[in-house]
């Protein structure tokens, strides 16, 4: 393991072999392991051997593409004052743009041992290696630039919020063996479906590799909404057909080819780590202290602004950094048109509260990749004062709730609804004039995945 770089983050394959960036601002060292393809054991492990910074780096020569590779961060265990670092779990990269296995609901992906009396505060030694997805070596050729968007204006935009499976899984004319698939989702009978409703953009629910909470394993349930993000350049395999990740880009060209944007909903707010209860996988391992927000004063708790147990920490550079590449990633090589934030009010917290110059919207004003895709926001959060809708910057447009049940009071023949109705459909003026936002800020939707559905 030679010295490598620090400007590349995640495990970069240059032909020669592989260059691995990681960031932690509070580790003492930081370990890549790599397994075997046949059983998944683990075969090597390497520490990075420089540091420039919060990155650590090294560079493997001779590592192939489809290797596959975990992290192990070591420093203190200290819950009392925000740092969770245990060697014994493995981690996921952030960076990395596959992953292979699932996930256990099993006792030894707590860095804690939850038999204990003193929960979080004690240490578990049990590895989690068997238990947990590999980060995988990807092959740059899988992930050239990927462009041909329809660029629909946004006064034009007809949005169809949908599920990849359940859009196709009872779908009749969807062929069996695609069926749940990215491959399906774009495949002629919906495409047929989609083109003949005058839609313009398919809005996806959540497609960044999730994880299945424990509590709904427990009853035999899984995550079907996909609101548990873990890989932030991942697509989740859960959805993969004969073609894997390359079923992904091939469903982007379809819709592309048929002249229909792609929107991706996703949740940067929060991950599947959850509260200080919750199992060690990727981001609490790496640096707990940076990644998520803490409760001033008590750092082994949680701020909570999300309702899902922990809050990303988007105020920090280099969490902001992670962000930032994930989006861009998923418009230059995923061919992506666009962005849903679910609860973007969270993305703009700063720790003075709620910021619309915060350094997140700063980031995206000022980025050349982003500056020509569709953003919306989720204008809401359960934090404190997390109600914001109309507060966002020009550059967004906003889930209109009141439009929502403005329509349905119109719908069900209340009173004075036509005279609300119209001003919802004019744009919400009372809402969005202003700072020179136009009336398609307001996103007029009648149903979404929260509550009744369209049907």
């Given at each position: 393991?030679?010295?490598?770089?620090?400007?590349?983050?995640?495990?970069?394959?240059?032909?020669?072999?592989?260059?691995?960036?990681?960031?932690?601002?509070?580790?003492?060292?930081?370990?890549?392991?790599?397994?075997?393809?046949?059983?998944?054991?683990?075969?090597?492990?390497?520490?990075?051997?420089?540091?420039?910074?919060?990155?650590?780096?090294?560079?493997?020569?001779?590592?192939?593409?489809?290797?596959?590779?975990?992290?192990?961060?070591?420093?203190?265990?200290?819950?009392?004052?925000?740092?969770?670092?245990?060697?014994?779990?493995?981690?996921?990269?952030?960076?990395?743009?596959?992953?292979?296995?699932?996930?256990?609901?099993?006792?030894?992906?707590?860095?804690?041992?939850?038999?204990?009396?003193?929960?979080?505060?004690?240490?578990?030694?049990?590895?989690?290696?068997?238990?947990?997805?590999?980060?995988?070596?990807?092959?740059?050729?899988?992930?050239?630039?990927?462009?041909?968007?329809?660029?629909?204006?946004?006064?034009?935009?007809?949005?169809?919020?949908?599920?990849?499976?359940?859009?196709?899984?009872?779908?009749?004319?969807?062929?069996?063996?695609?069926?749940g698939t990215y491959e399906g989702l774009a495949s002629e009978p919906v495409l047929e479906h989609l083109q003949k409703l005058g839609v313009t953009t398919v809005e996806i629910m959540p497609v960044h590799a999730f994880v299945d909470d424990s509590f709904l394993l427990d009853k035999g349930l899984k995550n079907y909404w996909g609101y548990n993000s873990i890989g932030f350049f991942a697509a989740e395999p859960r959805y993969f057909g004969p073609a894997g990740i390359a079923g992904f880009r091939e469903m982007?060209?379809?819709?592309?080819?048929?002249?229909?944007?792609?929107?991706?909903?996703?949740?940067?707010?929060?991950?599947?780590?959850?509260?200080?209860?919750?199992?060690?996988?990727?981001?609490?391992?790496?640096?707990?202290?940076?990644?998520?927000?803490?409760?001033?004063?008590?750092?082994?708790?949680?701020?909570?602004?999300?309702?899902?147990?922990?809050?990303?920490?988007?105020?920090?550079?280099?969490?902001?950094?992670?962000?930032?590449?994930?989006?861009?990633?998923?418009?230059?090589?995923?061919?992506?048109?666009?962005?849903?934030?679910?609860?973007?009010?969270?993305?703009?917290?700063?720790?003075?509260?709620?910021?619309?110059?915060?350094?997140?919207?700063?980031?995206?004003?000022?980025?050349?990749?982003?500056?020509?895709?569709?953003?919306?926001?989720?204008?809401?959060?359960?934090?404190?004062?997390?109600?914001?809708?109309?507060?966002?910057?020009?550059?967004?447009?906003?889930?209109?709730?009141?439009?929502?049940?403005?329509?349905?009071?119109?719908?069900?023949?209340?009173?004075?609804?036509?005279?609300?109705?119209?001003?919802?459909?004019?744009?919400?003026?009372?809402?969005?004039?202003?700072?020179?936002?136009?009336?398609?800020?307001?996103?007029?939707?009648?149903?979404?995945?929260?509550?009744?559905?369209?049907?």
């Amino acid at each position: 393991m030679r010295s490598g770089t620090p400007h590349k983050l995640g495990a970069q394959l240059d032909g020669g072999g592989v260059n691995f960036g990681v960031f932690s601002e509070n580790a003492s060292k930081i370990e890549v392991c790599l397994f075997s393809r046949e059983d998944h054991s683990e075969i090597a492990r390497y520490a990075l051997p420089e540091r420039t910074g919060p990155i650590w780096h090294g560079y493997l020569e001779g590592l192939p593409a489809g290797a596959l590779y975990g992290l192990r961060a070591h420093g203190t265990y200290a819950p009392e004052n925000g740092h969770r670092f245990n060697p014994h779990k493995l981690l996921l990269d952030p960076y990395t743009r596959e992953i292979e296995g699932k996930w256990s609901n099993v006792h030894h992906v707590f860095g804690y041992d939850p038999a204990s009396s003193a929960l979080d505060l004690s240490f578990d030694t049990r590895d989690s290696a068997p238990f947990v997805p590999k980060s995988v070596v990807s092959d740059p050729s899988l992930f050239t630039p990927l462009g041909n968007h329809p660029g629909h204006p946004w006064e034009e935009a007809f949005i169809y919020e949908t599920h990849v499976k359940g859009m196709t899984m009872e779908h009749p004319g969807v062929d069996a063996a695609l069926r749940g698939t990215y491959e399906g989702l774009a495949s002629e009978p919906v495409l047929e479906h989609l083109q003949k409703l005058g839609v313009t953009t398919v809005e996806i629910m959540p497609v960044h590799a999730f994880v299945d909470d424990s509590f709904l394993l427990d009853k035999g349930l899984k995550n079907y909404w996909g609101y548990n993000s873990i890989g932030f350049f991942a697509a989740e395999p859960r959805y993969f057909g004969p073609a894997g990740i390359a079923g992904f880009r091939e469903m982007v060209r379809r819709f592309h080819a048929a002249g229909i944007e792609v929107i991706l909903d996703v949740v940067y707010n929060h991950t599947a780590e959850g509260d200080h209860r919750g199992p060690t996988l990727c981001f609490r391992g790496l640096d707990n202290a940076s990644y998520y927000r803490l409760i001033n004063g008590q750092p082994r708790y949680y701020v909570n602004d999300t309702g899902c147990g922990n809050t990303v920490n988007i105020s920090h550079p280099q969490v902001l950094r992670l962000v930032m590449d994930s989006l861009r990633y998923w418009v230059t090589v995923m061919g992506i048109d666009g962005f849903r934030f679910d609860l973007a009010t969270t993305l703009g917290r700063e720790h003075h509260g709620f910021d619309p110059n915060g350094s997140f919207f700063d980031a995206l004003r000022q980025d050349p990749v982003l500056a020509g895709v569709k953003l919306i926001a989720e204008p809401w959060d359960i934090g404190p004062g997390g109600y914001r809708l109309g507060e966002f910057t020009p550059e967004f447009a906003e889930w209109n709730d009141t439009a929502r049940d403005t329509f349905r009071k119109f719908w069900r023949g209340d009173a004075h609804a036509a005279q609300e109705l119209g001003a919802r459909l004019l744009g919400s003026a009372e809402k969005f004039d202003r700072n020179g936002r136009r009336a398609w800020s307001s996103i007029n939707f009648v149903a979404s995945h929260d509550g009744f559905t369209l049907n």
